[in-house]
């Protein structure tokens, strides 16, 4: 695999070299690379103190043996060697984090999980960079742009050749065991992301949930999350207006074998 990576590095390199576009093979199998049998690691390279309006946190920064991303810790209190720590595991999402923006629930989720953890005066936001469910900024916005046109967010990833949920924790484990923490309580509405933290190792005593208001903007969204998901998210939050029996990608499917007729 090493003789591999070193292979498709150099080839990479070359085609800078000579002003070419890396091609599709040679990304993939970068990406291949990071799925790869390399064993997932941290370390700690420096914290400093973040003053919010729910308290003071200190933000440890972590490098990792899997990819070159900035995955962090958000902490407050003593953690280290407890047990039933409120921790959220909270995936990047620039246009909801930072912009927030209305079409999902990612901003909202971390802002209520920071008051949380401030509320218990302990506990850890692990902030993994993986946006759009793992797929990235650019093809989230591809996959926008088919919701836009009435398709829901596991099909707008399908169709773009992406998984419907591209994301992994093992980097998550990795920084609680750096952390030394014990135990967790999980605030999350996903039981997969749950599964998968015990798959890696974490010891989960509960859940937690992490609602956010329901508006016209990520209706559609938070729905899909429901019903397609696993996400648990109360019906009622949501308007009788959409709880339609029939997803609306099967009535298109349906307009469109009448119209091919
Ligand atoms: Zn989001």
Known sequence: ML?????TLLEA???????????????SNISALKNSSVTPSVTRMTSGRIPTEHGD?????????????????????DVSHCEDVLIRVHSECFTGDVMGSRRCDCGEQLQRSMAMVA?????????????????GLMAKLDAYNLQDQGYD??????MLGHKADAREYSLAACILDDL????????????????????????????????AP????????????????????????????????????????????QSAN
């Open 119 to 135: 509320s218990e005066g302990r506990g850890v936001i692990v902030y993994l960079r993986q946006e759009g469910r793992g797929i």
């Open 13 to 27: 390199v070359a085609c800078l070299k000579k002003g070419r576009t890396v091609t599709c093979r040679t990304m």
């Open 214 to 257: 329901v508006n016209a903007d990520n209706e559609a969204y938070l729905l899909t999350k429901a019903r397609r998901m696993d996400h648990l998210l109360p019906m009622q939050s949501f308007r009788p207006s959409v709880l339609t029996p029939v997803p609306a990608v099967f009535v298109r499917d349906v307009h469109d074998t």
């Open 57 to 77: 946190f200190q933000l440890v920064y972590f490098t990792n043996s899997l990819d070159n991303k900035e995955h962090l810790a958000f902490c407050m209190g």
């Open 3 to 7: 003789c591999n990576l070193l292979e």
């Open 153 to 158: 967010t596991v099909d707008a990833n399908l």
């Open 180 to 211: 030394q923490i014990r135990s967790v309580r999980v605030m999350t509405n996903n039981p997969l992301k749950i599964s998968a933290l015990q798959a890696e190792g974490v010891k989960v005593n509960s859940r937690v949930s992490l609602e």
